[in-house]
């Protein structure tokens, strides 16, 4: 069977929730599993130097707009919630807690909606109960505290940079890297075809 197409994000990443909206489909029409990983962003950038997009020098302003217009595009709600960048600590932790499966990816995408489809702030830990709860998920606030679910999120993230991943969407499909939301027409063409 073929391998599933590696997804990191980080849920402050707006191009991350628009990903988070295709990547699936796009696995689905190549008979391709998605084996999603949140990870810290705010740690690759620490060995990469970067600092948010909207935080730099004309970048920003073209970045801000540019997620809404890629949402138009794609038919995907975005409101870019007022506390940006935020620290997607408590929805990371909750993803590993559950275990990473089909309920983790519910929540992930429930999260992602949250902040940028409705603007809502998803940074304290009784928001993203919150939407656990809605899911039929109890015990999240003492399930992230746990060390082991805390060890979890930090071994991911210290892999993920070890293997060169940097930014949020981030793909990898058979060990071809691709990065960002508008690699997905090539991620679906290297599907295809088998790469080239």
Avoid: C, N
């Avoid at 993230?157 to 930014?167: C, K, L, N, R, V």
């Amino acid at each position: 069977m073929a391998k599933p197409i590696d997804f990191y994000f980080d849920f402050s990443s707006p191009y991350g929730y628009l990903a988070s909206t295709q990547i699936d489909d796009l696995a689905k029409r190549h008979k391709r599993d998605v084996a999603w990983h949140p990870f810290l962003l705010g740690a690759a950038f620490k060995v990469t130097g970067q600092k948010p997009l909207v935080e730099q020098p004309l970048r920003g302003a073209y970045h801000a707009h540019d997620f809404m217009r890629s949402a138009r595009l794609l038919g995907v709600p975005f409101r870019l919630p007022e506390k940006f960048p935020f620290f997607g600590l408590a929805a990371s932790r909750a993803f590993y807690w559950l275990g990473g499966g089909d309920k983790a990816k519910q929540l992930a995408k429930s999260v992602f909606h949250a902040a940028f489809g409705e603007a809502r702030d998803v940074t304290p830990i009784p928001a993203v109960a919150a939407l656990a709860r809605d899911l039929g998920v109890e015990g999240l606030e003492q399930g992230i505290e746990l060390p082991e679910t805390k060890e979890k999120l930090r071994v991911v993230t210290d892999q993920a940079i070890a293997e060169g991943i940097f930014g949020s969407p981030f793909f990898v499909v058979d060990g071809e890297a691709f990065w960002g939301h508008d690699r997905l027409a090539q991620v679906d063409r290297w599907l295809a075809t088998g790469g080239w």
